[in-house]
Each structure stands twice: as structure tokens, then as C-alpha cells.
């Protein structure tokens, strides 16, 4: 079983806030539980930090994070490994702040791999970084039914 971190999870069939990322593992056709969604409604960051942090620390699975912030925070002080994916507002949040540019490194450090889900949010990401995390780096583009455009 993996562990989906993320704030951003469809709380029923009729919200489309992060669909994506329930069909794509729902494609993959792998089990999960999520974390970090129902602690984030409160608004709260610290209830959510907290909140998911009591989640994560009694687990053994894998953790997969959405976004640095705040589902990577998480991630990271779970002290449990994890694949953190870069959707593209977490890397543009860093590009324009330095103090999360800051706060962001350890939490990439820690990270076993870093999945960027297009090749502009990665450039954006090199551009910060360097090539300093590109070894644990990789470039998945999410799966497209091109069917539905037709």
C-alpha cells in the first residue's frame, strides 16, 4: 500500500479538486490511503501539519507527497521516505520567494525522488536548483486520453 500526502483530494464524486491525481492512481490500480485532506480543511496549517503528522508517524508505507508545500512538509517530518512530485505552482512558489526556496531544501534533500510532471516546471525548477537534485529527478508526464478532445 502507498501513502498519498496531499491537500488537494476529491472529498466526494462530485468534486473535481484533484481528480487528477485519484484517476491517476486509480489507473495505476495500485492501493492507497490519502493523508493531509480532510486535516486541511480546517484552514488551519498548523492543525494540518499536526494533524497529518500523527497520521503518517504510526505508518510503514511508502509516501508519495503532491506539491512541496505543505504536503512535502509533512512528508518530511514523518522521517518516513518518500517520492515527492512537483506539480508546478510548488516550484513557482519557490521561484518567487527565497525564504521557501530556503525552506524547500531540506525538504528535497530528504526526498528519495523527484517527479516533475512537465518539462516547463522543471526548467523552472533547474533554474533555482541547478543541476544539484537532477540524479533523483524525472521528467512523467500525467497520462492524457487525447480521445475526449476529439
Known amino acids: ?3 498519498l500526502v496531499t ?7 462530485t468534486d ?14 495500485e492501493e492507497y490511503e490519502v493523508v493531509g485532506h480532510e ?16 497520521r503518517l508517524r504510526r505508518g510503514k508505507n511508502l509516501i508519495v507527497a503532491y ?3 505543505p504536503a512535502g512538509v509533512l512528508a518530511y517530518l514523518s522521517r518516513r521516505p518518500y517520492i515527492l512530485n512537483c506539480v508546478g505552482l510548488d516550484i513557482f512558489m519557490i ?3 527565497k525564504i521557501l526556496s530556503w525552506i524547500a531544501r531540506p525538504i528535497l534533500s530528504r526526498a528519495r ?6 518539462r516547463h516546471p522543471r526548467a523552472v525548477f533547474e533554474k533555482i536548483y541547478g543541476d544539484r537534485y537532477r540524479s533523483k529527478s524525472q521528467l512523467i508526464h500525467l497520462p492524457v486520453d487525447s480521445g475526449k478532445f476529439n
Open 1 to 3: 500500500m502507498v501513502t
Open 7 to 13: 491537500h488537494n483530494f476529491p472529498k466526494d464524486k
Open 16 to 29: 473535481s479538486s484533484g481528480i487528477f491525481i485519484k484517476n491517476l492512481w486509480d489507473i495505476i490500480d
Open 39 to 54: 486535516d486541511f480543511k480546517s484552514k488551519n496549517l498548523f492543525s494540518y501539519l499536526w494533524g497529518g503528522w500523527r
Open 67 to 69: 506539491w512541496i508545500f
Open 95 to 97: 521561484r518567487d520567494s
Open 113 to 118: 525522488e523527484l517527479v516533475f510532471i512537465g
